[in-house]
């Protein structure tokens, strides 16, 4: 029997590549998006992440068609970048609602269905900012540092019912996430310029990273596997990262960060 697959955010980038691989090893997959989007063995069904209403209705029609859901992928998300002091709030909960809360509301709706079927697999896309908070990057860091604490308290209520939960953690990845980002200026002439240096750095370093298809095979691979531990990181360098930041003084880290995108 084909494992019943949902990836949001499934139009582009991460999340396309992750309902491609999740198709070719066997899931029946359907992604959920808010654009229009077709690719062959893919069923895209219009859904709002931010709309509890529209993502009710996307998982109990998938439900009523397949009976179960197995694997959920949280990949819905973007970034916006500045200034903290100068970040409008209403960017900063955006911001919040889609990355954070947005994966909640998919995550409420799936829940039931999995523990109605004994089980499942849910698998949230968080960031290696997640542990390595970016300067003029705050919110994003922010709500991809609430998804780990999220995926930690959240596989020990689900674990009597068979559902696992974890998290990965890419860096940078060469998509459409970079052009997507917003950005605000606001105030850098205040910050002598800084908070464009480090914009520059981060979509440098992002059009020079990893390919999705990368990502996406490790995200398949944490998607099926019999067992998962609650992170993983991507690639060799990010995984040196990941191991330095528990290493190594949170002082030392944040200076060394700062070096990179705050100097």
């Known amino acids: 029997m084909s494992r019943i697959a949902v990836v949001t955010g499934g139009s582009s980038g991460i999340g396309l590549c992750t309902a491609r691989a999740l198709r070719d090893a066997g899931c029946a997959v359907y992604e959920l998006s808010r654009r229009d989007s077709s690719e062959d063995g893919i069923i895209h069904i219009r859904a709002d992440v931010t709309d509890e209403d529209s993502v009710k209705t996307a998982i109990s029609g998938i439900e009523k068609a397949e009976g179960r859901i197995d694997i ?67 919110w994003y860091s922010v ?3 609430a998804i780990n604490a999220y995926v930690s308290a959240l596989s020990g209520e689900l674990r009597p019912f068979g559902i696992t939960v974890c998290a990965v953690m890419p860096g940078d990845i060469k998509t459409g996430f970079t052009g997507a980002r917003r950005k605000a200026d606001a105030g850098d002439e205040i910050y002598s310029g800084r908070i464009e240096r480090s914009v520059a750095v981060m979509e440098h370093d992002e059009q020079n990273g990893m390919r999705p298809e990368t990502a996406a095979a490790v995200i398949r691979r944490v998607a099926l596997k019999r067992r998962v531990k609650p992170f993983y990181s991507i690639g060799l360098q990010y995984k040196a990262v990941a191991f330095l930041v528990r290493i190594l003084p949170c002082g030392l880290v944040n200076r060394l960060v700062g070096m990179i995108y705050a100097k």
């Open 143 to 145: 709500s991809k540092a």
């Open 72 to 138: 959920l992928v949280n990949n819905a998300g973007f970034g916006i970048s500045g200034a903290a002091e100068f970040t409008d709030p209403s960017d900063a909960r955006a911001q919040m609602d889609v990355n954070l809360f947005g994966m909640d509301t998919v995550t409420r709706a799936v829940i039931p269905v999995m523990r109605k079927n004994g089980g499942g697999r849910i698998v949230c896309i968080s960031s290696i900012a997640a542990i390595v908070p970016i300067p003029f990057q705050l």
